[in-house]
């Protein structure tokens, strides 16, 4: 598993690096629905697709079903 400051994103033409990482996935994953507890645990998750994360919650899977499924 990849270590949070190993993880990178492109957002547009912004290179996001480590925790800026995080902290957007954080957002991202709030917006989506799920409670900060979980979306910070997921943030952090370089395992955890954040598409799909989203769609989860977006085509009605439960928080619950959602991490189950994530982790």
Known sequence: MLKVHEITASVGQVQLLGL????WRYEELGR???PPEQAIDLAGRADVDLHV???LLAHGATVEQAVRILT
């Open 32 to 34: 989506a629905g799920y």
């Open 53 to 55: 994360a989203v769609g």
């Open 20 to 23: 800026e990482v995080v902290a």
